[in-house]
């Protein structure tokens, strides 16, 4: 089982659209979560980090539910520019270092 | 945000020639950087992880010997792809990991490197 879980998708919604993207992942020692973008043939670009409290950033909450080990992404009002891939990041540390984890990804396209 | 800066972006190399790309931290100092490689349509694969003064540590799989990195500095990384054939070929990134929040990647722009 991967560490980190993504749905790969693609999600293939019209403009204006809520769409929500969830991520599991196995490790209970993980300590602090990302959603990352990524466009195509680009580097990844962090987009929110995630806390237990959820956070909100314009049309974007992101969600943590720790006791079931999962973490959220609600795109709000989609727009064509938000066509992209989205990486689940999770970080965990032990005593001598942390890991950041990558999931695999879930892309999505917005069509007008 | 801060800022890591990848040179080339782009490189086209014969079979056989190595090939040097930078990743370097511009506004922060950086103990560790992340090497990574993705092929089309597939997720990022890690490769390696670069400590400044010291060896980097490898994935299981990664040829140490193949890819070469040196991290001589706070603000800077170096992957040599050896001998490089066309398999070699890929997006490879880098990422940096401010001093200040460590909790945090930031990426280069990537660099495309197509071996003929």
């Known amino acids: 089982r991967k560490e980190v879980e993504q749905d790969p998708g693609p999600f293939n919604v019209p403009e204006g659209a809520t769409v929500a993207f969830n991520c599991t992942y196995s490790?209970?020692?993980?300590?602090?979560f990302f959603w990352y973008r990524q466009d195509c043939r680009k580097e990844p670009k962090l987009l929110m980090s995630?806390?237990?409290s959820g956070n909100e950033d314009g049309r974007f909450t992101a969600q943590l539910n720790r006791a079931s080990q999962y973490i959220s992404l609600l795109i709000r009002d989609s727009k064509l520019s938000d066509s992209a891939t989205y990486l689940c990041?999770?970080?965990?540390?032990?005593?001598?270092?942390?890991?950041?984890?990558f999931g695999s990804g879930t892309r999505l396209s917005i069509r007008p | 945000g801060a800022v890591v800066s990848q040179h080339p972006s782009w490189v086209i190399c014969k079979s056989g020639t190595s090939v040097k790309i930078e990743c370097r931290s511009l506004?922060?100092?950086?103990?560790?950087m992340f090497w990574y490689r993705q092929f089309p349509k597939q997720s990022l694969m890690l490769m390696a992880t670069?400590?400044?003064?010291?060896?980097?540590?490898?994935e299981q799989g990664v040829e140490k010997d193949k890819f070469l990195i040196n991290h001589a500095s706070l603000t800077l990384s170096t992957l040599t792809v050896t001998s490089a054939h066309p398999e070699d070929s890929s997006f490879y990134i880098c990422s940096a990991r401010d001093l200040r929040d460590t909790d945090i990647q930031y990426f280069g722009a990537g660099t495309r490197l197509s071996v003929l």
């Open positions: 490790n209970s020692a993980s300590q602090s």
């Open positions: 670069s400590n400044e003064g010291s060896k980097a540590t490898y």
């Open positions: 506004d922060f100092q950086a103990t560790t």
């Open positions: 990041v999770v970080n965990k540390r032990d005593s001598s270092a942390s890991k950041i984890i």
């Open positions: 995630v806390y237990s």
